[in-house]
């Protein structure tokens, strides 16, 4: 008797152990189906490596999205842009500047009030007179405040565009 009782929890020790591989094939499976770049025959460690890595790739995006976000905010800066903080007067935002180095690629950022009278022709004057082509421009409106984002590069790639120049030019206008 006691052999049999052996042999069926043998039993039921092979079907858990099959249900537990069945079961980590299948998330394996599903797991390959989440990642970008889908390979045909991928061994589980290679599939939970490329996954490792793309986990800590957005990351990284989700930081540097984060930062972009604060930069567009204004409530921001570092060693390559300069932000002037916004604040409210009488009900208006006063506009946000952030000006932004790109090597030969100038990113020109202001936030501005719908309310506010801000000459966008006078930001695009000053970049034409330092020697730097505007080569796209967008804007947005969101709630009561208008973004606009200006990138204009060197008319001369090798003299480039004086961004601290630009930047003191650009942050005079908005006072």
């Not at 009488?90 to 020109?108: C, F, I, K, R």
């Not at 001369?156 to 601290?164: L, Q």
Request: aromatic residues 4%; charged residues 25%.
């Amino acid at each position: 008797m006691p052999r049999r009782g052996r042999s069926s929890s043998r039993v039921d020790r092979n079907a858990l152990e099959r249900d537990r591989r069945q079961n980590m094939k299948e998330l394996f499976s599903r797991l390959g189906f989440l990642l970008p770049t889908p390979l045909s025959k991928r061994s589980s460690p290679e599939l939970l490596d490329q996954a490792t890595t793309h986990v800590k790739q957005l990351g990284q995006r989700v930081e540097m999205l984060k930062q972009k976000k604060q930069l567009l905010e204004g409530s921001s800066t570092d060693d390559q842009t300069t932000g002037i903080r916004d604040h409210m007067m009488g009900g208006a935002w006063s506009p946000v500047l952030t000006v932004s180095d790109l090597g030969s690629m100038l990113e020109v950022c202001v936030k501005s009030g719908s309310n506010k009278k801000f000459m966008l022709h006078q930001v695009i004057q000053v970049l034409v007179e330092e020697a730097a082509q505007v080569v796209a421009l967008s804007y947005s409106n969101v709630g009561d405040r208008i973004f606009y984002t200006i990138n204009a590069e060197a008319v001369s790639p090798r003299i480039g565009i004086e961004t601290s120049r630009v930047r003191e030019r650009l942050k005079e206008l908005m006072l």
